[in-house]
C-alpha cells in the first residue's frame, strides 16, 4: 500500500502563485509514475501534470508554462508549482501515483483562485 498526503492549498488572488506538495509512504518502491489531477465543481477529474521516473513531463495545455511538476532526489515528494493563477484553476487538487499496475489517490488539497 502506498499513502499520498498533499498539503499546500490555499486561498490566492489571480495572478498569484502557489506550491503543492505531496509526501508518499508506505510500500513506495516501484513507483513509476506521479501526477497531479484536479476537478473543479460540476466537473471532471482531469490530468494536470504528469512526472515518470525517468524525469519525462507532461502538462495539460491549459496549465503549460504556469505549471512546473518535480520530485525530490528519493522520488517519495512530488511538488507543482503553480504560477500565474487564474480563477479557473479553481478546483480540488489530487497526487496520483502509478505503481504495478495500481493506483494510489491522496485525499485533495483545495486551490481557489480569486478574480
Known amino acids: 500500500q502506498v499513502q499520498l498526503v498533499e498539503s499546500g492549498g490555499g486561498l490566492v488572488q489571480a495572478g498569484g502563485s502557489l506550491r503543492l506538495s505531496c509526501v508518499a509512504s508506505?510500500?513506495?518502491?516501484?513507483?513509476?509514475?506521479m501526477a497531479w489531477y484536479r476537478q473543479a465543481p460540476g466537473k471532471q477529474r482531469e490530468l494536470v501534470a504528469v512526472i515518470g521516473i525517468n524525469g519525462q513531463t507532461n502538462y495539460a495545455d491549459s496549465v503549460k508554462g504556469r505549471f512546473t511538476i518535480a520530485t525530490n532526489s528519493a522520488k517519495n515528494t512530488v511538488y507543482l508549482q503553480m504560477n500565474s493563477l487564474k480563477p479557473e484553476d479553481t478546483a480540488v487538487y489530487y497526487c496520483n501515483v502509478l505503481k504495478g499496475l495500481g493506483q494510489y489517490w491522496g485525499q485533495g488539497t483545495q486551490v481557489a483562485v480569486s478574480s
Open positions: 508506505g510500500s513506495i518502491f516501484g513507483i513509476h509514475l
